[in-house]
């Protein structure tokens, strides 16, 4: 009787535990037949339009996340040479305007076959609910590994999460750099 109850408290401390995570999602891209161990020297690059690159020098937080990631870049024993690198990194962020919708949980119960609630000769129940709409936006973090000669992309990784404000965006940065670097399939020794 004891394991009735248990599987339902460990059950609530898995949900709970995944709801307090950082929320903060990363995800990652490896172009296809690229072997990453070659690349063991890089630098780091503006995006190449100028335009662009006018908004780039404004946003505060790209120095702060060159940095980290020269720290994570290190742990896999890359080593940074603005002379002559093999591969140039080049980052960015992003904040867009989002809208989720959502249905509120209301189910029509009734009795037995047919009953209200429930459709044609067996019984499942029908929901309802008012469906409302919520805006929001999210923040997104891009790291990017191209290829110096070829100027190809090899390897994008990309952070995500949803901005409200409490928000700490120090430590988002932070697990989101070491989030994306942990996606990086490379370490040198």
Known sequence: MKNFYLFPFILLVGIIAGCSSSGV???SYKAKGVDLKQYK???WAKPGNEEYQLQ???????PFIIALANAELQKKGFRQDNENPQAI?????RVEDRVAYSQSPQMSVGFGVGGPGYFGAFSAPVAGGQVTEQRYQQGMLFIEMYDV????????GWAEKKITFRNDIEADIRKGV??????LPVRHK
């Not at 990194?89 to 962020?93: E, I, L, P, S």
């Open 89 to 93: 990194f080049v980052t960015d962020t």
């Open 41 to 43: 020297t890089y630098s």
């Open 25 to 27: 999602v990363s995800r």
């Open 149 to 156: 000669k070829t100027r190809k992309l090899l390897w994008r």
């Open 56 to 62: 780039y020098d404004k946003k505060i937080n790209i």
């Open 178 to 183: 070491k989030d994306i670097f942990i996606r």
